[in-house]
């Protein structure tokens, strides 16, 4: 729905207006003064926050700027994290993607795994963790740190031991009513 609020040529022009029920949304991604596709870092925590909210979750969210140590040690806890990027090098920030992984390679770059969001063919995709500037360049990072969760649903081995023993104590009542 909100691609449909905000795209000049949405892929379906006939879904409603966006009800704040996208994490877009939430960042107010393409929203004046927005360009289409970008997102501000004044909404990132914010946005972190009320979209887990809404989907009953609780965390706690913060901006830092870029620091590689700061992003592992995040990354290493299983935290959420985004990063805003500069995705042409010209200097400005345009995107947020999330962040699934991180790789220091044998020649001593540094290198961060996103989704890309973009388009269409959305993928998974390293690039190296260098400054604005630089395609894909991070500047800013926005992590996220769960706070209470919603209760957990049970597995589906769990529900089937649940109903085993159901049917084993309605066994034992009925043995001890004779």
């Known amino acids: 729905m909100h691609n449909a609020a905000y795209d000049s040529t949405p892929d379906a022009g006939s879904v409603p207006e966006s009800q704040w029920t996208s994490i877009a949304d939430w960042f107010r991604t393409s929203v004046d003064p927005q360009g ?3 997102s501000d870092l004044a909404y990132s925590d914010d946005a972190f926050e009320g979209y887990a909210k809404y989907r009953a979750y609780e965390f706690d969210s913060w901006i830092a700027y870029r ?5 592992v040690a995040q990354m290493n806890l299983g935290n959420p994290v985004m990063f805003l990027v500069d995705l042409d090098a010209d200097g400005s920030l345009d995107r947020y993607v999330p ?3 991180h790789d220091e390679r044998d020649d001593g770059t540094l290198w961060y795994a996103c989704y890309t969001t973009w388009s269409e063919d959305e993928s998974l995709q390293s690039y190296q963790f260098v400054g604005a500037g630089n395609v894909w360049g991070v500047e800013c990072m926005t992590f996220a740190k769960p706070i209470s969760p919603p209760d957990p649903v049970p597995e589906p081995a769990t529900m089937l031991l649940l109903a085993s023993g159901l049917v084993g104590l309605a066994g034992l009542r009925r043995k ?3």
């Open 67 to 71: 620091n590689w140590n700061t992003f």
């Open 176 to 178: 001890f009513k004779k």
């Open 99 to 101: 962040v699934f992984g």
């Open 36 to 38: 289409y596709g970008s």
